[in-house]
């Protein structure tokens, strides 16, 4: 069945610190894979999305992430947090044919000053 | 150009009671889904409308059901309301075609069941 897990429930940085936050996904084709974003009482901002194609991907907020097929991966990172970027970030897999994503359990970021 | 939107943004209902939520999709769009998103978890699929027909369903018991229209609209309707059914109810709209993978997300509906 297909699944998305990230591992971490809540990570903790200080602002200028750089972010990795770990997606694993299981899939049995090449996924649509997705990072949203969501801040308090708000709903879903879409950072970045992965088709096809070049495996690293570049998204709003001077987000990245990187699709790694061998270890079923698509970790977003980014290089200096800043005190904004705290907030819910959700990694999501479309399951091709069955027309819905499926949703991790989300992992929080709180930015230290 | 509107994006996804949705009303109420907030609501409150007592147990046993009905709630209608309302998206309208996004300019172009024809599929509407809906999600459940409890607190503390993920988004969880509800179903999804084509052209005007329910095409997908998640794992919901049939108190759940929608409808969508022929702007391609949709409403969520949950009848006999449990506690558990307090959430955000996210909707969500795409384009035609192949474009099907690609969903954008309304502010969500926050339903509290007391």
């Known amino acids: 069945a297909q699944s998305v897990t990230q591992p971490d429930i809540h990570i903790t940085v200080s602002e200028g610190a750089s972010l990795e936050l770990r997606c694993n996904y299981s899939y049995g084709a090449t996924p649509y894979l997705f990072w949203y974003v969501q801040s308090p009482g708000q709903g879903l901002q879409l950072l970045l999305k992965y088709f096809s194609g070049d495996t690293l991907v570049q998204g709003i907020k001077g987000f990245e992430a990187e699709f790694k097929r061998s270890q079923s991966s698509f970790n977003l990172r980014k290089p200096s947090v800043h005190w904004s970027d705290a907030a819910e970030y959700f990694c999501a897999v479309y399951a091709s044919g069955t027309y819905k994503y499926i949703f991790g359990t989300g992992t929080r970021l709180k930015v230290l000053a | 150009d509107a994006g996804v939107t949705q009303s109420p943004t907030h609501l409150i209902k007592t147990r046993g009671q009905q709630v209608t939520l309302r998206c309208s999709p996004k300019s172009g769009h024809d599929t509407v889904s809906w999600y459940q998103q409890a607190l503390g978890q993920g988004p969880q699929f509800i179903f999804q409308y084509y052209e005007e027909e329910e095409r997908q369903r998640g794992n919901f018991p049939d108190r759940f059901s929608g409808h969508q229209f022929p702007n391609y609209s949709s409403e969520l309707n949950v009848n006999a309301l449990l506690l558990g059914d307090s959430a955000l109810y996210l909707c969500?709209?795409?384009?035609?075609?192949?474009?099907?993978?690609?969903?954008?997300f309304g502010p969500g509906t926050r339903l509290t069941v007391t």
């Open positions: 969500a709209s795409s384009g035609m075609g192949d474009r099907v993978y690609e969903q954008y």
